[in-house]
C-alpha cells in the first residue's frame, strides 16, 4: 500500500488561489482582453467601494498585500490603460491619490458582475457557516504569517 503524500495547507491555499485567479483572468479576459487583468478587476472594484475617500498607493499595497515595487507596476500598466488617473492633492505634493476614469467607472459593471460571478462559483455549493469558519481560519492563518519574527525585514 502506497503512503499518501501529507496535504501541505500552504500548498493548498496557493493551488486554490491559482485557480481562483486564472478564473478571474478568463472571465475578465473575454469583455476586457487589453485593457485589464483579473487583479486590475479586483483593484477597480476597490476603488469603486471607496470611492468617497482619498485612495493612495499605500492603500492599494495594504489592501492587496503586495509590495511597492508591485503596486507601482499594476498602478503604471491601469494608468497606461485609461483606467485610472494620479493626482496631486494640495495638502501634500509627495502623494498622489488614484482616481477611477471614466472608461473605468463605465467598466464597473461589467467588473462587478465578474466578480459576482467568480465569488457564486467559487462558493457554490457551500453553507454560510461553513464560509464564516473559511474565513475565521484564513483570518488566522494570515495573522499567523504577519506576526512572525522571522518575516520582518
Same mark, same amino acid.
Given at each position: 500500500m502506497e503512503k499518501e503524500e501529507p496535504r501541505h495547507i500552504g500548498f493548498e491555499i496557493k493551488q486554490t488561489s491559482k485557480m481562483i485567479h486564472r478564473y478571474?483572468?478568463?472571465?475578465?479576459?473575454?469583455?476586457?482582453?487589453?485593457? &485589464? #487583468?483579473g487583479t486590475h478587476a479586483w483593484i477597480l472594484?476597490?476603488?469603486? *467601494?471607496?470611492?468617497?475617500?482619498?485612495?493612495?498607493?499605500?492603500?492599494?499595497?495594504?489592501?492587496?498585500?503586495?509590495?511597492?515595487?508591485?503596486?507601482?507596476?499594476?498602478?503604471k500598466l491601469m494608468e497606461k490603460n485609461g483606467l485610472i488617473t494620479r493626482e496631486p492633492v494640495p495638502y501634500d505634493a509627495r502623494l498622489k491619490r488614484i482616481? &477611477? #476614469?471614466?472608461?473605468?467607472?463605465?467598466?464597473?459593471?461589467?467588473?462587478? *458582475?465578474?466578480?459576482?460571478?467568480?465569488?457564486e462559483r467559487i462558493t457554490k455549493g457551500i453553507s454560510a457557516e461553513e464560509l464564516e469558519l473559511l474565513r475565521s481560519v484564513l483570518?488566522?492563518?494570515?495573522d499567523n504569517l504577519s506576526s512572525a519574527k522571522d518575516m520582518e525585514e
Open positions: 478571474i483572468n478568463k472571465l475578465a479576459a473575454v469583455e476586457h482582453a487589453n485593457e &485589464m #487583468t472594484r476597490y476603488l469603486w *467601494e471607496n470611492r468617497n475617500r482619498e485612495i493612495f498607493q499605500k492603500d492599494i499595497e495594504k489592501r492587496f498585500d503586495i509590495n511597492r515595487s508591485s503596486a507601482t507596476g499594476l498602478l482616481v &477611477m #476614469t471614466e472608461k473605468a467607472i463605465s467598466l464597473h459593471k461589467s467588473v462587478k *458582475e465578474d466578480i459576482d460571478l467568480a465569488e483570518s488566522r492563518i494570515r
